[in-house]
């Protein structure tokens, strides 16, 4: 059985945490150690179960709390090598684990997939993270969803899944014209009806969880996220990853 839970989603930090009955993986860590132990304590998670971490990017809202977490809990932390350079130091540890494209790093019997993803970084990726024949996509900060994101989440039985904004709210925000711009394009976020298309067209039969992640506090509400995909509230279970406090831990 798997256990997943958002720790942190959004742009004040992301965190994901993957895990059996005695190991676990952590995709980023964009929250700042302490807080990270005060979330997981709330969800009923032991952080002595993670293994390691895995970086999607450098943006500091994924990395802010890799360094001490990695320090403090004695892990390796996995990053494409251009992730690793563009990432500042005082967020970077001293070591890292490469990451590649072309085959999944075994850590503990969890076999992550890694691939390639549209955002504004270096070298940008997303995850697969399969176990004993679960799969769990962890797919957030994309302009786009390609080819690839298509494929990797029709094999998933639960993701993560970006629904940053509404295009409306976008539209007639407040950001400045060059942010709005910047979020709506192929290299930014998917929006509510980006990611309804993939839903609605990449789902596998064995799809059960989604828990819409990375949600604009200025660019949208979970009301209507949660609208955008009624059609589907008989289908599966959907969730919102909260912005300050971790989810509900789900078993898959």
């Not at 839970?5 to 059996?20: E, F, L, P, T, V």
């Not at 700042?32 to 990017?57: C, M, N, P, Q, W």
């Not at 060059?178 to 394009?185: G, I, N």
Request: glycine share 4%; aromatic share 12%.
């Amino acid at each position: 059985m798997i256990e997943i839970c958002s720790i942190a989603s959004g742009s004040n930090g992301n965190c994901y945490y993957i895990g059996n009955e005695t190991d676990a993986v952590v995709i980023d860590c964009g929250i700042y150690f302490r807080s990270l132990l005060t979330r997981a304590e709330h969800a009923g998670i032991d952080v002595k179960k993670i293994r390691a971490v895995l970086i999607s990017h450098e943006h500091s809202d994924h990395v802010r709390g890799v360094k001490t977490m990695a320090k403090r809990l004695n892990l390796p932390v996995y990053f494409m090598p251009k992730t690793y350079e563009k990432t500042y130091k005082r967020h970077r540890p001293d070591y890292y684990k490469a990451l590649s494209t072309e085959e999944p790093v075994e850590i503990f019997g969890f076999y992550v997939h890694t691939f390639k993803k549209y955002h504004d970084a270096s070298d940008p990726v997303s995850f697969r993270v399969e176990y004993q024949g679960v799969n769990v996509g962890v797919m957030t900060d994309i302009g786009v969803a390609d080819v690839t994101l298509c494929r990797e989440f029709s094999k998933c039985q639960a993701v993560f899944l970006e629904s940053n904004y509404d295009e409306e709210m976008l539209k007639n925000g407040p950001y400045p014209q060059y942010l709005k711009d910047r979020v709506a394009s192929n290299v930014g976020h998917l929006s509510n009806s980006q990611a309804f298309a993939l839903v609605r067209d990449f789902s596998n039969e064995n799809l059960k969880h989604i828990i819409f992640s990375h949600i604009s506090q200025e660019n949208n509400t979970s009301e209507k996220v949660l609208e955008k995909f009624s059609s589907f509230k008989d289908k599966y279970s959907m969730y919102i990853a909260p912005r300050f406090n971790p989810s509900e831990k789900l078993f898959i």
